[in-house]
Nanobody, 118 residues
Framework: VQLQASGGGLVQSGGSLRLSCTAS???????????VGWYRQASGKERELVAG???????NYADSVKGRFTISRDNSKKKVYLQMGSLQPEDTAVYYC??????????WGKGTQVTVSS
C-alpha cells in the first residue's frame, strides 16, 4: 500500500495550506476500518502527532494546533485531509500521513514539506 501526500509548500505566516493523502491501493473496508492521522517532524526534533481520526471516532489534535488545524477523512475516496490555518513559523516541518489498520498494516506517506516564513 502506498500513501500519496500532497499540498505542502511555502506560505507566509498567517496563511493556510491544505494537505491531502490518498491510500489508492487500499480497499475501502480496510481504509474505513483504519485509524488515520497526520504527523510532523521539524528539523532536529522527533516526529509528533498533529491530528488523528480513529476509525469510527472523533478527531483529536495536538494542543499546539487546536483551533487552527482541521483533520478530515473521506472513506469513499480513501483520503485524509489536513486543513491548516493561521500558520506560524513553528509549524514548519515535514508532514507525514499515517494509515493504521493494525500493527502489521501500518502505512506512512513519504512526507510533504511545509515551510512557513515570518
Amino acid at each position: 500500500v502506498q500513501l500519496q501526500a500532497s499540498g505542502g509548500g511555502l506560505v507566509q505566516s498567517g496563511g493556510s495550506l491544505r494537505l491531502s493523502c490518498t491510500a489508492s491501493r487500499m480497499i475501502f473496508s480496510t481504509f474505513s476500518g483504519s485509524d488515520v492521522g497526520w504527523y510532523r517532524q521539524a528539523s532536529g526534533k522527533e516526529r509528533e502527532l498533529v491530528a488523528g481520526i480513529p476509525s469510527g471516532g472523533a478527531a483529536n489534535y495536538a494542543d499546539s494546533v487546536k483551533g487552527r488545524f482541521t483533520i478530515s477523512r473521506d472513506n469513499s475516496k480513501k483520503k485524509v485531509y489536513l486543513q491548516m490555518g493561521s500558520l506560524q513559523p513553528e509549524d514548519t516541518a515535514v508532514y507525514y500521513c499515517n494509515v493504521r489498520f493494525r500493527r502489521d498494516m501500518d502505512y506512512w506517506g513519504k512526507g510533504t514539506q511545509v515551510t512557513v516564513s515570518s
